[in-house]
């Protein structure tokens, strides 16, 4: 259950191409991928930094959890994700001490990783996922 590492610390922006240049030109990274993950009503541009990745997110419909996101709070960190060996029996664990879950077993997200969210309210206001291969 112990995560190995920060899979991605996701951010929602409101206009992916402008954040984009923002980490190409002023931070020097490279956006390696762009991908539309439709379940999740997000544009996903990705970005690798050591064992990190920053996933910047746009939303597709202003109904998804990222729009709504953006029309409250505004653009800024979504969500923090922890790679793990076996999502399924990081989120069992994490119901057994207590934890809300937004899911029970794991969705396929963003590059076909298994991903499940713990809700906000339970995880002292950090939206929490955690992925695996
Ligand atoms: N971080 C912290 N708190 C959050 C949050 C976030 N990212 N998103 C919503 N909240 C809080 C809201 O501020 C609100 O708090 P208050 O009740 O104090 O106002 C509360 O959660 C409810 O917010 P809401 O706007 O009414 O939204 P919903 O309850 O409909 O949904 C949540 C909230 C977290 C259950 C939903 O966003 C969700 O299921 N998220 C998981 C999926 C997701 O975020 N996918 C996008 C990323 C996909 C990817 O990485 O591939």
Redesign the pocket.
Known sequence: MKPTHVE?I?I?VANLDEAIKYYEDVLGLECYAIEE?AE???K?AFFQVGDTKI?L?ETTDPE???G??VE??GPGV??I?FAVECTDGALKAAEEKGVSL??KTHRI??ESLK?G?L???STF???T?FCSK
Do not use: N, T
Request: proline share 6%; charged share 25%.
């Open positions: 991605h996701g929602a993950v999740q009503k997000v996903v996933e997110l998804g959890p990222v709504k996101f409250k709070k979504h969500h994700a937004i899911d997200g963003a991903i969210f809700h906000p309210k206001g950090v939206l996922e």
